[in-house]
Each structure stands twice: as C-alpha cells, then as structure tokens.
C-alpha cells in the first residue's frame, strides 16, 4: 500500500506541547472571567487546528503524564530532579485541555506508571504493524527513537508549537549522522540534562556520534572500552555505568497495555454544544471560529498531506507586485483614494535607513523598492503626506524612519502594536506574528534564529502590510467602547507627538556630564578604601558572595532574608540592616553602591550623546501596564530628583543653541486629586478647592488639631499614609516605611478611614468591582484586565488587588498627561511656534522655548495641562523656567 493510501494515525504529547505553548504565549494576555490561565490550552489548539488541517488524520489521540512519578524515578529518583516547580499559572490548565480535546471529538489516553511518550511509542508501533502512516508530535528528543520509515517525529521549534520541524529517517540521519534507533545510544552517552541523566564526562555529541557509527551499539562500544585512549577512554571506563542506566532509562516502552488501540482513534464529530459551552468559558472567541469551520469544512476520512512547516493564510492572500512610476501612482488612485477605507502600511528597514516600503488594501498588496533619489516617488510622497487612513505595525518606528529620509507621515489611524496593547496591557510580546497567530489563528513564517541567511519563506512587507490592515481591525472590533476612544483619540494621535520628540532629543552639558562622571569614579574609589580598612582586607563590593562572607560571618551580622544563594545583600535588605544594625562597613558599602549607581546613569547619558550634542531616549507607548510612558535607550526617568547628584545631572540637560529658555511644569498631587475625585470625598475635595496643604489639611483632621500645629512629623506621616492607601500599603508596610510600631499604623489608618470614609468605601469597592467586572477603568475608559483577582493561588491573587487598588488612579494620571501633550503640541502647530515639547518625565513635561515665545508658551502649557480633564477638585500646574532640567525646576 502506497502512503497516500495509508490512513495516518497523528499522536501528540500532551504536556510536552501545552508547556512549549505555555511559555510561548504570554501568560497575562490569557486569563479567562474566574481567573484562570489558558494561554497554554490557546496555543495548544491553536496548533492542532494547523496540524489537522494540514495533515488531515484519519486517526488521532493524545497522551499526557499523570505525574512525575513513574517506574522510572522508582529506579532513580533523581530523574528530572532538575526541573522547577510547576508554574502557579500552568496550574488547572491542562483538565481544561483535555476538557476541550473531548468536546472536540479527540480521545486522551493517560497510564499509570508511564509517561506520555511511552504510550506514543506502543501507539506508533502498533499502528505501523496495523498499516497506518504515523505522525508523532513531541517535544521531547528521545522521541526520535521512534522514526522509521512509517513514523515520522513533528518536532517543535524553540519559537513554541506554531512551527514543527519535520523528522524522517533522512532529516534525523542529516542532523545527527546516525539512524534514528541509535538516537538513545547517543543520548545515553551524551546525557540529557533536561531529564537530569548525567553522561560520561567529556563525551560530547561528536564523540557520542563516532563511537556509535565505529562501533554499532552503546554495548559494543562499553565492550571496545579497554581501545579507546586518553582521557575520554578513562572517563568511559571509569563511568560506564552512568550509560548504561541512561540508556535503560530513555529507551521508550512499545508494549504498554493501553485501552485502545489504533483502530479506536479514528476522528469522531465534535459535540458542538459542549464546544461553544467550553470555548465561551475560556473566552476563546477566535478559536471558536476556527473549531467550528473545521467541523464544517474536513472530511475526517480525506487522504492527503500538505507540509506542517507550510504557511496556513487565507486564501485570499494577495499577490504581491512591485510597482513604481505611472503603476504605482495608479495604484494608489485606485486603492489609496477612499476616506473609509484604510491601507496598510509596513516600511522594510536596512539599519537604519529605509529599502522598501509594503502597502496594501484587502484585495492587492504592492512593494516599492526604495531609493534615495526619489524622483519616481511623486505620487507616493504625496499619498504618505495626506489624510488617507493608514495602519501600520509600530507606526512611531515607520514614522522616525520616513521622517529621517524626508517624507512626512500623515492620516495614520491604526498601531496594531498599541492597540494589542490596549487590548492586554500586560503582555510581554508585540510581534507580527504572534498577534496574528494570537488573534487571527494564523501563522507567519519567521526566519530561524540559528540560521545566519534566512531563508526564502519569510513574508515581505506587502503581505506585512496586509496582515497588520486586517489585524487591526480584529483588534478594534475586541476593544470595548471606552478602549476604542482612548486607541483613538489618544494612543493614536500621540504616536506622531512621541516620535518628534524622540528625534528631536535634549541638548546636554557635555563636559558637565564628564567632570562629574569623574568625581563620582574618585569618591566610590575612595569610598571603597574606607571600606576595606574596615574589614582589613580588599573584595569585591560587588560580589554577593563576597559581600556575604564579610557582613554575615566576618562581622557576624544578623542575617537577612534567605535566597537560593544565600542572604540578599540587595539595597532595601542592607539598607534595612543599617537601620538597625548600623556599622561602618555597611554605611560606606551603600554609600558606594549610590555613587557607582549614579556613575553608571551619567556614563549611559555620555555614550547616548549624539554628533549634535543632544540625547534622544525612545518612548515605549506600550511599556507599561498602568498607561504610563516609559522611557529607555537611556532612560531619562531614573534620575533621582531629591538626591543633590541627581539635581547636578538634570543640570546638564540644557536649552539649544537658538532657543531662549526650558521650562517645565508638572502636575501637584495629581494621584490624590484623582482619588478625591474618583472617591468623592467631601473632604479631600474641600481641601483641594480651597487651595490647602493637602498633608496639613488631613493631618488636622487625624490628629485632631488646627492646621497651623501639624509638625513636619505629623504631616510626613500623613503624605506616606495618603499615597500608600492608594497602592494597598497595609498596616505593617506603613509601620516599616515610618520606622513605628504597628500599633501606631493601624491606629493611624483607623483614624484616616474615620474621618475620610469615602476613601475607605472607594478604596475597597474598586477591588470588589474589579473582581466581577475582570478589570479596572479610567476616567476616560481605558480597561485593564484582572484576571488573576480570581486567581485560587493567594499570593497572585493579592498582588492582583494591590495593582488593581491603583490602576484607575495611575491609569487616569497618565491619560490626563497624554491628552495635555496632544494639546500643547496641537496649540504649538495651530500658531506655528517655534518652541517643542522636549521630555515627558512621570507628572512632568519639559519644553524647549524659543526666543520671544516664553509668554504665550507659558500660557499654553498652563492652560492645556490644567485643562486636560474635567474633575472634581483642579489640576494644579507649577511651571518654572531656568536655563536647565534643573534651574528650571520648581
């Protein structure tokens, strides 16, 4: 019987595949309504879909582990000793896996005492006996051993489960020159650390490989022991042992007593009911979809392969043409020329400069090969530069590198990275592909990491500009209402207002920046010789070994918290020591550690300069969970501001050449006006409308005396309580942070909560909502999601409230921010002024002035920044103006 004839029996290794899914996908971007995890049970049938739909099985099963425990850790318990606990998120995931798998028509086989692969190798054994083409899909290398010419292994690649590799007798012959029996034989030398079976000491898999090809077999090889020379030939015979127990080990049992066998595998109808039930608990609409079609569309008994490694698109994929002159700008008449109808756009880069630009309506995609004399791009030019709606894949990226060579970029209405972002802030990943695969189901062939030439197969940035038109708008239609307003209205328009203030960058002080980069380097080396003669000898101040072996043995110190290697020597740990523990070395050590931490900031600026003077950081829209701008590349957001060096280094940051002045402003106690407005306290908004000290105002109120006789004590006390209400500081952490007895803090919260209880009621329904919504919003609807509120495991759940506590707060400072830098800068372009917004830096914003602007500039930034919300209580805004980061300070 031919292959094609055979009916293909398709075998998967449960837990292999769903912990590569696992740690593919993001764990905070799939979390169901209750709390639960599932990025694991997504990508794991994200996988099967593409597997069935290309290899179409007559016959399907897959396999899981019980346990950990089998007859193999009877044997030697320590095997795979070496792999950590299990994720707290992979918790609960794989019941629903094999939940879903029923629902879905797909039988799951598990045995006592054995693992998963030892039933895919009786499976394969059987079904090659019984006639069937076998396909094996595992993780795990010892897999190998069971390719023949009727077993082919489905191997994934290190990017998850997306792409396998395909493993015939040939491809596991090319990879590792032996026949794939005598995979273990190699294996049982070499040792395999992720089953903690150590090999022979300096064998390595060359060796392994010629030993067996020399002499046939691992037995034959231990026999031949006494002709093998030199070191390798000592350590064989002195270790044999380990080989021979490897190999006992990894070779996979063919003759488990299963309760099917091949024949009862054979592809069953979904139960589509059961389906839509479970698909709508785990919140996969996507890949409900993708259930449902297959079910409609396959013929479970068809014949026929098709490549795994083969990219699943849609069939309307265009053609890509490369256009230039008269076809390009007729092109763009015919598909560019709709207000209605966005395109889409991707820039192909070649370092830093630009090779090509992809665009692309539904229905046709186009290249255009870039060139710098542009004399043929008339028509393009004039297309990027007008209000045509365009979307793009990290739009800021594309439009620095059109705005460096020359071509304006205008109309952008999409970022399907912002708006993958606003959909799940809290995912790590923002590549093309994943959000496709994620969001569309569907896979885009990547260049392997390990190869040095990349392969032919990669999409180009037509069809990268065709994916990112149709992903966006999958991702708008998943936003909520509120979400969709804050992509457009603000995350959108600010991608343009981010980019120019990435190129423009800040002048600096260079000399200024070297001189006290010196200064710095003398004190920590002085430091540092203070230190060692405290001790009597030199070490390494920034070894935590080291640093263990003199605090907690030669100095004999109270120990701080365990770590896997030891006692943390980290700065909240020794600074906490100091306080009570107080002792020269430790002082001058985390005096040291300031100094060489503030050294090391000021030598990132210096090498960030560029030829012009002026330091361009890039701002990550997409870095945080809460809304907030970050910055880095360097980050201009870590200099510390009350430390007198931090002042000195903010100094260096000065106004241009031809610009008059900087002057900053920043919003006052932005975070406590919001909880004012957000909790409706009568009091906090009294305070604020009537232009209080806000810390005073509450202290008298607390304490129970008049304004005026709040100590600085008093209101230091108050100003930690009132911010760290808002980030679920507790009782004990305030008794910490203050250095007084908890008693004192509890009673201290008590009376806050008694005298300002809408805080209090605020305070703790924000959580409880949160927990039955599954999010938090902000004033202006920007959702952030909380799963993990629902979340069996204590210590998740609880960091859970605490972020949930602060998100509306934290998450409206940093709306209210964006839509102030929106409307300076549009107020600064509407009167065609000469003076830019230079920084953003948490609550403040940092503008260049030129000269004869600094009124009306003023004016401006007062004006917008106080008005960019409309709340309860106002914003107030403290502008100064001073030659520098610092002298304009206020």
Known sequence: MSDEAKPTLLVIDGHSLAFRAFYALPVDSFVNREGQHTNAIHGFISMLLSLVKAEKPTHLAVAFDISRFSFRTREYPEYKGTRSETPVEFVGQIPLLQEALHSMGITTITKEDFEADDILATLAVRGRADGYRVLVVSGDRDAIQMVNDDVTLLYPSARGVSELTRYDRDKVFERYGIEPHQYPEIAALVGETSDNLIGIDKVGEKTAVKWINLYGSLDEVIAHADDIKGVVGDKLREQKDRAIRNRRLNRLVTDVELPVGPGDLDRRPIDEAAVRELFDKLQFRTLLERVLKLAETENPAGAGTTTVDAVEAPS??????????EELAFWLKKNASDPAAPVGLAVEYGGDSIVGLGISSHDESAYIPWATGRGDYVALEAWLDDSTPKVLHDAKRAYKALSKAGLPLTGIVGDTRVAAWLLRPGRTSFALSDLVYEQLGETLPVGDPNQLVPTDDQIG?????????????????????????????????????????????????????????????????????????????????????????????????????????????????????????????????????????????????????????????????????????????????????????????????????DYQTLLTADYSQIEMRIMAHLSGDEGLITAFNEGEDLHRFVGARIFGVEPVDVTPAMRTKVKAMSYGLAYGLSAFGLSKQLRIESSEAKQLMTDYFTRFGAVRDYLRNVVEKAREDGYTETIFGRRRPFGDLRSPNRVVRENAERAALNAPIQGSAADIMKIAMLGVRAELDEREMASRVLLQVHDEMIVEVASGELDVVGDIVRRRMSGAASLKVPLDVSVGTGPSWDAAAH
């Open 316 to 325: 309307g994929l265009p053609v890509v043409r490369t256009l230039v002159d």
């Open 461 to 657: 940035v037509a069809t990268e500009a065709w994916y990112a038109l149709r992903l966006s708008e999958s991702l708008v239609e998943a936003l909520d209402e509120g979400s969709r307003s804050v992509l457009t209205d603000i995350e959108i328009p600010l991608v343009r207002v981010l980019g120019d203030m990435e190129l423009t960058g800040v002048a600096t002080d260079r000399p200024a920046l070297a001189a006290l980069s010196t200064r710095l380097g003398e004190t920590a080396a002085g430091l540092a010789t203070d230190a060692f003669a405290e001790i009597g000898r030199e070490v390494n101040l920034g070894s935590p070994k080291q640093l263990q072996e003199v605090l907690f043995e030669q100095l004999e110190m109270p120990k701080t918290r365990a770590t896997k290697t030891g006692y943390s020597t980290d700065a909240a740990s020794l600074a906490d020591l100091q306080e009570k523990h107080p002792h020269p070395f430790l002082d001058l050590l985390l005096k040291h550690r300031d100094a060489t931490k503030l050294r090391q900031i000021i030598d990132t600026l210096e090498k960030a300069v560029d030829d012009n003077g002026r330091i361009h950081t890039t701002y990550d829209q997409t870095g945080t969970t809460t809304g907030r701008i970050s910055s880095v590349d360097p980050n201009l957001q870590n200099i510390p501001v009350k430390a007198a060096v931090g002042r000195e280094i903010r100094a260096a940051f000065v106004h241009g050449p």
